[in-house]
């Protein structure tokens, strides 16, 4: 949609479908007309004129005017990585012998924040149009963090290595595995990607050989 939405922004008059399903052709046009209606309900578009099919017209919206809409669908995805981010913070304090007795209030608290976060995130973005991506890559990375810890006490737990090759191993692992973590989370929400396109695969390979890179 991002991409989309960037195109049409080059032609002020309007742009047409046929126009943006030669550009888009890795997609079919029933994906496009589908990101389009997306855009309009997001407000970010509007349909020009009365024609219709490949002959109609499309016209971004001011940025200043068209406040950033947030479904029920991100909502309840920013309350699911709360709660994944709380269980995963639980099972680490248990694994560190932490034991208080408030710690399970994070199971509620977290997904309300995080969905409270979004929203207001949301709002402020009518006038700062990419806080609401970068709140939802702030709670992705929250995600990726405790990932990364959790992965990493649970080998030592199973295996009770605290040092040398093994530990570094595992340090490799839990830290390969927030990668992958990070990968499909922002692609596919942060930054809003609705297909897998042909070089999906590649792509994850190439992040995830990067990242390991720079990991060693």
Not at 101 to 120: K, Q, R
Not at 147 to 162: P, R
Request: glycine share 6%; aromatic share 12%.
């Amino acid at each position: 949609q991002e991409a989309l939405l960037g195109y049409i922004r080059k032609f002020p008059n309007g742009c047409r479908m046929r126009q943006l399903s030669v550009v888009f052709n890795d997609f079919s046009e029933r994906t496009v007309r589908a990101d389009i209606q997306r855009l309009i309900d997001r407000e970010l578009i509007e349909k020009i004129g009365s024609k219709t099919g490949p002959f109609s017209y499309f016209r971004a919206l001011d940025s200043t005017n068209s406040p950033q809409v947030i479904g029920k669908k991100d909502v309840l995805i920013a309350s699911l990585v709360g709660f994944l981010v709380a269980v995963l913070f639980l099972s680490v304090a248990a694994n560190l012998g932490i034991d208080v007795w408030f710690l399970s209030v994070t199971l509620l608290a977290f997904p309300m924040l995080s969905a409270l976060g979004i929203i207001i995130a949301a709002a402020i973005g009518r006038t700062i149009p990419a806080l609401l991506q970068a709140a939802k890559f702030l709670l992705i990375g929250a995600l990726n963090t405790f990932i990364d810890i959790a992965v990493l006490n649970l080998l030592i737990a199973f295996t009770g290595a605290v040092s040398g090759l093994p530990y570094s191993v595992f340090k490799g692992l839990s830290f390969l595995t927030a990668v992958a973590n990070s990968y499909i989370w922002n692609k596919y929400w942060t930054f809003s990607a609705k297909n897998i396109s042909k070089n999906a695969w590649k792509e994850f390979v190439q992040f995830f050989v990067v990242s390991a890179l720079g990991f060693g």
